[in-house]
């Protein structure tokens, strides 16, 4: 089976970008779909990316100029049958990459409004590239993003999405319960669901990836100032390590919530990549669902918090660790032992250390220093599980309103 | 805790009517909401109820007038805030009977859009009460209908939501993993991962209700002819017992689909609505979702056929037992063996035998035969779960259309 074509659903975002650059550079005929909606609901949050990226058009400009880079882009929202219809019809794909959702727990439990458009734009989303596949690419191979917090923490092992178990004197091999702690979570767990089912009834291919937390600045296509991909650091887009060292360059207390005690898979935003592209290269067979764990390490919070804090000042940055109220209901001390041998027998390795990549990411963002400065209201947790916030607006009403420049866009012919 | 006032969500439908019925007979106060959702998408297959129901408002007053019974009524929508704030603000309930869902699998399986409508339509409704309950009713008990469905034909023994497994040396409680086989099933699967969740970070109740097939044409409260109960007979929204019997009484042949040997449990209308009774005067503690699997016995829909077809020829009826090519992927043949003993323990005694039952059934369909004939075209299943279909038109444009009276409406004061 000969690989060319890739569609990357969420071609704008933190994954989608390098993702979509390194495909390139693999020789993969790339296209690429986004309605910019992170842009917009980041901006809503009162954030920006750390990172100053550029608007779409100029991102891939900069593409064919500086790593001739030929991608095809719609501006298209994934809840819009007839987008997702012309660009899966237009792409005719080998593969489907979704990573085309709202990526956020914090901001899917901020009220009923975001709780609903998060569980809606992500199954709808699902559902159409479902349907578009069935139609027009049913032997695409469908590479979803899900989450390891699909998972929860039960107080068993975690295997890659199915057990054998003996129940009553019968034995059978099941899908592993999801205990997922957010609607944000949940709705990816929805998608797994509905994707299961696509594939046994419809016969489609798919690799549902429960991805780790991930961390890291850049990658190597991505080095070039109109090549960035998009750094978030505050409480609802930022993932933790990330979050960490934006906090450590400006000299804010880094934050475990609660004990910090919660224990979690990491993998570097370079090997992520990677795995995404080993997936791609290895596609199931018909009518399979399978699942990979992503993810490298498991560390908790708090020795995150604790590596980022030596590793900052051995760079000369001044770093305490602070204490701040759980605004999540979580375990937060727990048994956490995860599979992931499914990738590594794909022939994944990590390339990357941890304390390696923080030097990295804290040298990258020394140079956007001013960048986080200017939005260091935006990291402390607003959002709380048991209550919700007051009204929305404490959310996002903390910051003066900053405009990015907008994305601009060209459009598959 | 007394218990005073109930909120019907969908309390227009084939039990939301009944039920609504019931619980003022018991001297609840019953409040109720409903967009008429059934009633349009069950015209828009072509089809309608065997049963000549009357609209709402002619329902409210002969429910008055026979019954005495004051029914306080919204015409509203689940998917709308601003509706499920209203009425759950207004009725301040002690428990939500939540029945306000798109019922049918088939129906999810046209095509894309009566896909994503039935998942969104019942996620959204269910998220916006959940966050209703929190704002304006957290104290108050939200009865659940999901299916029996939800769980598919796993290869053990189906229990109560939760089970005790071991894995790799060490013991957990988990939720029973879910294999539904539609996405309306699926829908309910999503649902009840948002109440678990729910329940869980904002300590609402919940008993989630798995029930199995209902079946029946009457409860003592619907006997007169304006308060008479929906009856669907055509291959999405008639269950197969009662499209067993519709058949029956026009002399179509019965059709269960492939083998036959699908096993399901099952349940009269009379012993589910009892069954919701006792869940609403048994709520479940602060913060505990509870699962009860809600069914009588169980039979295999060959066996169904056989029970039908006797018991109609005992009342004079020439009945065949057709074959049917099935329609949806599912086993036909397979391990079924399902715990029920929640809702016994609390004092529930099934009390109609499936013979006793159907004879009623037959003779009240007798009357409305004209009815079942004049939409014959509608019985033959015509959605595949491989293909779906060739066009939405060819599932509803078999049959002439013929107008029902429209529903009219009061509106809470």
Known sequence: MTLNRVLLCGIDGYLGWPLALRLESQGF????????SRRKIVREVGSWSATPITGMQTRLSAARRILGAEI???????????????????????????????????????D???????????????????????EWAP?????????????????????????DIEFRG?????????????????????????I???????????????????????????????????????????????????QAVIGYPLS????????????????????????????????????????????SVRELAEIVSRTSEGLGLQVKIGTVENPRIEQENHHYNVDHDNLRKLGFQPTRSLEGELEIMLRDLVRFKDRIAAKRNVIAPKVRWRAGVASPEAVYAQTERVVEPEATVSVVP
């Not at 191979?141 to 039960?154: F, I, N, R």
């Open 29 to 36: 005929e790339v296209y690429g779909i986004d309605n910019f």
């Open 72 to 110: 095809t882009f719609l501006e298209g929202d994934l809840r819009e049958y007839n987008d997702v219809a012309r660009i899966v019809r237009e792409s005719k794909p080998d593969a489907i990459v979704h990573l085309g959702e709202q990526p956020s727990a914090p901001y899917s439990m901020i």
């Open 112 to 134: 009923q409004e975001h709780a609903v458009f998060t569980q809606e734009n992500n199954v709808t989303g699902t559902l159409n590239i479902l349907f578009a596949m069935k």
């Open 139 to 163: 032997n695409a191979h469908l590479l979803k993003l899900g989450t390891m917090g699909e998972y929860g923490t039960p107080d068993i092992d975690i295997p890659e999405g199915f057990f």
């Open 170 to 194: 019968r034995k059978a091999r099941l899908p592993f319960p999801r205990q997922a702690g957010s609607f944000y979570h949940l709705s990816k767990v929805h998608d797994s669901a509905n």
């Open 196 to 246: 299961a089912l696509a594939c046994k009834i419809w016969g489609l291919r798919s690799t549902d990836v429960m991805q780790g937390v991930v961390y890291g600045s850049r990658t190597n296509e991505t080095e070039d100032n109109q090549l960035l991909t998009r750094f978030d650091f505050d409480e609802s887009f930022g993932t933790v390590i990330n979050r960490f060292c934006a």
């Open 256 to 299: 475990p919530y609660g004990l910090g005690g919660q224990r979690r898979g990491f993998i570097a935003l370079v090997d992520s990549i990677k795995c995404l592209s080993i997936a791609i290269e290895n596609p199931p067979d018909t009518g399979e669902y399978r699942v990979f764990n992503q993810l490298d390490e498991v560390y």
